[in-house]
C-alpha cells in the first residue's frame, strides 16, 4: 500500500501545469472579405505566454481602472484548455482578449509597412469590458481612446450584433487615435480631454477644437477602412451608425469656421450637438480621403494612407499658431494632410466638391485649378 | 514542487510505518460533497469563489483511504451575439491517510491526481465551433473527519490543485457527507 502510494504521488510530480497550448488559438475572426466573421485557429506570434495577454504589440486588461500610466493590475490570464494543438478561449471574454491582441499584432505590423509604427509607444495599453460610471451613454457600446493613460478602453456590449473589441475596423479606429494623440493633439497642446471638455477654453479655441476633433474622426474612419478594407466596418456591431457613417455615402462641401460660429451662437445648441456636427464633419472628411484613393485604385491606397500619416506632424507645425488666434476652417486642413498627393482631373473635381474657399486649391502644392 | 511532492510522501510513509500495527479492517462508503474553489478571475488580481457539487466512492483500509470523485458543471458566457458553453467533467482519484486519534475528529493528508474532460461550444450568430479537451490536475491537502453511529461520516478538506492550462493553484475547500460500512 505504502508503495502504491508513493507511485501515486510521483506520477503526480511529474504532471505539471507548464504544458502550453502553443500559439494558435480559435478566435472570432473576420473573413477573406472582411464582412463576415467565423471561427478560425489564429497564429498569434509575439504573446509572451498564452496565459497572459501581454506582448510587444499591446496589454490587455479587463474591467481595469484607468491611471495616468495607464490600466492598473496585470494583463488578462485568458481561461484556455487545449484541443488538437490549439488554444481553445472557455469564455467570451478570453476569446475577445485573444482576439484584441491578435489585431494589435496585425496593426502594429501595418503601421510599420505604412511608415508609422514608431510615432506612438508600444505595447498599446487596452482595456475590455472597462466601467466608466459617469452616467453618460459612453458607458456602453462604445470605445475610448483616452489620452491620460495612452490606452483604449472598450466598454461593456450590451446590443445583439458584434462586440466592439472584435471588430477590427473599430479596433483600428480607436488605434488611429493613439496616432493623432502624440502627431497632432500633444504638439497643440489640445489632449483629447480638453478638446471633450469646452470648459475653460477660450471660444476660438473651443471651436477649433471641435474642428481638429472632427479631423480626427474622419482620419480614424480613413484609416479603419484602409486597414478593413470596409468602407462600413461599423456595421455588425453599431448598426443604427452605418449608413451615417459610411464612407461611400453622399458628399458635401465642409463648413467653415464662420458658419461653426453661428451654429454655435444658435439658441439651445449644446456642446454634444457641436461634437455630433464635428463627428459629421469627420464623415465627409473620411468619404472625401477614401473617394480620392477610388480614384487612384485601391492598390495604392496602403501608399496613399502611408502619406497622410506622414503629413500628420505638418498639421501643428503649419496650424498650431492659428488655433489661439482664429478659427480655423475644416477644409484649411486638407492642403496639409494632402501634401505631394498626386492629382488629376478627377481628385481635383471631387476636392472642388468639399473646398468652399477656393483658393485653398492652389495652396500647399495641391495644384488644382478654382 | 517536486521536491515538496517527494518530501510529503516520505513522511506519509513514515507515518504509516509508525502506525502499521495498529490495523482495522476494509470499509467501502459512498458520499456526496461541495468542492468550493477560489480561481482567478480574468484579471489575476482578483479571485472568485466557484461551488460545484461532487460524488465519491470510498473505499479504506486500515488508515488509509482511496476516493474516486466525479462532478459535472457547466458555464456561460456572452457578449452581444457571441457566446461560449463550456462543460467540465472532473474525475479525480485522491488517496488519504488518517492520523489515529482518540478524539472524534481525526486529522488526515490527502493527496489526488485526476482529469477534467472539457467541451466547448463557441457560437456567433450562424457560426459555431464545438472542440474537446482535456487537462490533468493533482492536488494535496488536508482536513478533518469525524464518525457518527459507526457508518456516517462528516469530513471538510482543504486542498490545493494544480491544473494544467491554469499558471497559478487552485485552492478549494471540500465539505462533504456520506457512509462507510
Redesign the interface.
Same mark, same amino acid.
Given at each position: 500500500?505504502?508503495a502504491w502510494?508513493?507511485l501515486?504521488?510521483?506520477?503526480?510530480? +511529474?504532471?505539471? &501545469?507548464e504544458?502550453e +497550448?502553443g500559439n494558435h488559438f480559435?478566435l472570432?475572426w473576420p473573413n477573406a472579405e472582411h464582412s463576415?466573421?467565423?471561427?478560425q485557429e489564429i497564429g498569434i506570434d509575439s504573446l509572451n505566454?498564452p496565459?497572459?495577454v501581454s506582448g510587444p504589440a499591446a496589454k490587455v486588461?479587463?474591467?481595469?481602472a484607468i491611471t495616468a500610466s495607464g490600466f492598473e493590475?496585470?494583463p *488578462?490570464? &485568458?481561461?484556455? *484548455?487545449?484541443? @488538437?494543438g490549439?488554444c *481553445?478561449?472557455? @469564455?467570451?471574454?478570453?476569446?475577445?482578449?485573444l482576439s484584441l491582441y491578435a489585431q494589435m499584432e496585425r496593426l502594429r505590423a501595418f503601421d510599420g509597412s505604412i511608415g508609422a509604427a514608431g510615432q506612438i509607444p508600444w505595447p498599446r495599453s487596452m482595456g475590455i469590458q472597462t466601467r466608466i460610471s459617469d452616467g453618460s451613454s459612453f458607458g456602453h457600446n462604445n470605445a475610448h481612446y483616452i489620452s491620460r493613460g495612452d490606452a483604449t478602453a472598450f466598454v &461593456?456590449?450590451?446590443?445583439?450584433?458584434? &462586440?466592439l473589441a472584435?471588430n477590427h475596423g473599430i479596433v483600428a479606429h480607436e488605434h488611429f487615435h493613439a496616432h493623432f494623440e502624440h502627431v497632432v493633439l500633444r504638439p497643440l497642446n489640445l489632449p483629447s480631454e480638453k478638446i471633450t471638455n469646452a470648459r475653460g477654453n477660450s471660444e476660438v479655441v473651443a471651436l477649433n477644437a471641435l474642428v481638429i476633433r472632427g479631423w480626427n474622426e474622419g482620419l480614424a474612419d480613413f484609416y479603419a477602412a484602409s486597414y478593413t478594407g470596409n468602407p462600413r466596418f461599423l456595421a455588425g456591431?453599431l448598426d443604427e451608425s452605418v449608413w451615417s457613417r459610411d464612407l461611400t455615402g453622399p458628399m458635401m462641401p465642409l463648413k467653415s469656421s464662420a458658419e461653426l460660429f453661428d451654429e454655435a451662437h444658435k439658441p439651445g445648441i449644446g456642446l454634444q450637438d457641436l461634437v455630433a456636427q464635428s463627428y459629421a464633419q469627420g464623415t465627409l472628411i473620411a468619404r472625401l480621403l477614401y473617394r480620392l484613393v477610388e480614384q487612384d485604385g485601391f492598390m495604392l491606397s496602403q501608399n496613399r494612407l502611408a502619406l497622410i500619416m506622414g503629413n500628420l506632424r505638418n498639421v501643428p507645425i503649419q496650424l498650431g499658431s492659428a488655433m489661439s488666434l482664429r478659427g480655423v476652417d475644416y477644409d484649411e486642413i486638407l492642403p496639409v494632410i494632402l501634401k505631394d498627393w498626386p492629382l488629376n482631373d478627377g481628385t481635383c473635381a471631387l476636392l472642388r466638391g468639399v473646398i468652399s474657399k477656393k483658393t485653398l486649391l492652389r495652396s500647399g502644392g495641391m495644384g488644382c485649378e478654382p | 514542487m517536486r521536491t515538496l511532492v517527494v518530501v510529503l510522501a516520505l513522511i506519509f510513509g513514515v507515518m504509516a510505518h509508525a502506525q502499521e500495527e495498529d490495523a482495522r479492517a476494509w470499509r467501502l462508503g459512498l458520499g456526496l460533497g461541495v468542492d468550493t474553489r477560489l480561481q482567478s478571475q480574468l484579471s489575476p488580481n482578483y479571485t472568485e469563489p466557484r461551488s460545484v457539487g461532487q460524488w465519491s466512492a470510498r473505499m479504506g483500509y486500515k488508515d488509509w483511504g482511496l476516493s474516486l470523485e466525479y462532478s459535472q458543471e457547466k458555464a456561460r458566457s456572452n457578449s452581444g451575439s457571441y457566446e461560449v458553453a463550456t462543460s467540465t467533467q472532473s474525475f479525480g482519484l485522491w488517496a488519504s491517510y488518517q492520523l489515529r486519534l482518540t478524539s472524534r475528529w481525526k486529522p488526515f493528508f490527502t493527496a489526488g491526481y485526476g482529469r477534467q474532460l472539457e467541451t466547448i461550444d463557441s457560437r456567433y450568430q450562424s457560426a459555431s465551433a464545438s472542440r474537446t479537451g482535456a487537462r490533468d490536475f493533482w492536488g494535496l491537502g488536508g482536513g478533518v473527519r469525524a464518525t457518527y453511529f459507526s457508518h456516517w461520516f462528516v469530513e471538510g478538506q482543504v486542498r490545493g490543485a494544480l491544473i494544467q492550462d491554469r499558471p497559478r493553484i487552485t485552492p478549494s475547500l471540500v465539505l462533504s457527507s456520506g457512509f462507510v460500512f
Open positions: 500500500m505504502r502510494m508513493l501515486l504521488l510521483g506520477l503526480a510530480g +511529474c504532471a505539471g &501545469p504544458r +497550448c480559435l472570432l463576415q466573421f467565423s471561427f505566454s496565459y497572459s486588461y479587463y474591467e481595469a493590475g496585470e *488578462v490570464s &485568458p481561461r484556455l *484548455v487545449e484541443s @488538437d490549439v *481553445v478561449p472557455e @469564455d467570451v471574454h478570453s476569446g475577445t482578449a &461593456p456590449y450590451s446590443l445583439a450584433g458584434l &462586440p472584435l456591431s | -
